[in-house]
T-cell receptor, first 113, second 115 residues
Framework: AQKITQTQPGMFVQEKEAVTLDCTYD???????LFWYKQPSSGEMIFLIY??????QNATEGRYSLNFQKARKSANLVISASQLGDSAMYFC??????????FGKGTKLTVNP | DTGVSQDPRHKITKRGQNVTFRCDPI?????LYWYRQTLGQGPEFLTY????????KSRLLSDRFSAERPKGSFSTLEIQRTEQGDSAMYLC?????????????FGSGTQLSVL
């Protein structure tokens, strides 16, 4: 079975600073995908970034990058130059190929001015 | 291209009543998912459809829950004889259903409160 662990219930960062949100996963499958979603107070889950298990390079999407360490089974999200609008819940998730996503419990990020 | 739409956004009901939620996926997305999210938790998978076929149901989906996607477009999730434990955010998502990697696109959810 797949499992996602997010050990940081809450994180604080100063505006314009970088922040890393931790995510570890557990699976015995060689092929899988890792995702990060943002959930603001409005409730919608917003897709941020994706990393495939066979991708050689770490994924990047604008200010978001995914620090993928396969041997350690970690997929940390790095947000550079934090903005006040980044304050939200962040969820790490994974799936096997085309199967359903399994989510972690999330990390609440607060960006301070 | 509109996103995933869910209706209603909020629903308050009394215990024992039936409720129905609707989800309109992104057009031409073949897959449609239902998730439930309680306070302080990540979304938990309930069920998903490939076109009109319901391919998987979670054990969380008791016999009081039923989901349909009759024409492979919109979907409904019905909860019969609601209980206070059903209070949660119900999220719908869709994905193309045509590739090796399925990126899910979510709606804003329906917040259910059972009194």
């Amino acid at each position: 079975a797949q499992k996602i662990t997010q050990t940081q219930p809450g994180m604080f960062v100063q505006e314009k600073e970088a922040v890393t949100l931790d995510c570890t996963y557990d699976t015995s499958d060689p092929s899988y995908g890792l995702f990060w979603y943002k959930q603001p107070s409005s409730g919608e889950m917003i897709f941020l970034i994706y990393q495939g298990s066979y991708d050689q390079q770490n994924a990047t999407e604008g200010r978001y990058s995914l620090n993928f360490q396969k041997a350690r089974k970690s997929a940390n999200l790095v947000i550079s130059a934090s903005q006040l609008g980044d304050s939200a819940m962040y969820f790490c998730a994974m799936n096997r190929g085309s199967e359903k996503l399994v989510f972690g419990k999330g990390t609440k990020l607060t960006v301070n001015p | 291209d509109t996103g995933v739409s869910q209706d209603p956004r909020h629903k308050i009901t009394k215990r024992g009543q039936n409720v129905t939620f609707r989800c309109d996926p992104i057009s031409e997305h073949n897959r449609l998912y239902w998730y439930r999210q309680t306070l302080g938790q990540g979304p938990e998978f309930l069920t998903y459809f490939q076109n009109e076929a319901q391919l998987e149901k979670s054990r969380l989906l008791s016999d009081r829950f039923s989901a349909e996607r009759p024409k492979g477009s919109f979907s409904t999730l019905e909860i019969q004889r609601t209980e206070q434990g059903d209070s949660a955010m119900y999220l719908c998502a869709s994905s193309p259903g045509s590739g090796a990697v399925e990126k899910l696109f979510f709606g804003s959810g329906t917040q259910l409160s059972v009194l």
